[in-house]
């Protein structure tokens, strides 16, 4: 199965991806690689992520406080956030 991020979804996962690689060198790729490893494990059982409302569902990454969010389509995984778990929680509500 496939995934695509939501626009700001994308956004925010690049954002957070230069915020740790600006914190030390090689931060940004172990980021990029634990929400990687998160996607992979959703497309793999997509249905194993917790429902946080309606049809999303969340995955956490292992090792930083980030949380995938999605949901599972017909043909494709949407990535509806890479949400900070401790910040605004819902800030992406209308995004589905």
Request: glycine fraction near 4%; proline fraction near 4%; hydrophobic fraction near 40%.
């Amino acid at each position: 199965m496939n995934y695509r991020f939501h626009p700001e979804a994308l956004s925010e996962f690049q954002a957070a991806t230069i915020y740790y690689e600006q914190r030390q060198r090689a931060l940004g790729e172990r980021f990029i690689s634990a929400v990687q490893t998160a996607i992979d494990h959703i497309i793999d059982s997509p249905l194993s992520g917790r429902v946080l409302a309606e049809e999303v569902r969340r995955y956490l990454t292992k090792v930083f406080p980030y949380a995938v969010l999605y949901t599972v389509e017909d043909d494709y995984i949407l990535i509806v956030a890479v949400m900070h778990c401790h910040r605004e929680p819902g800030y992406w509500l209308n995004r589905v």
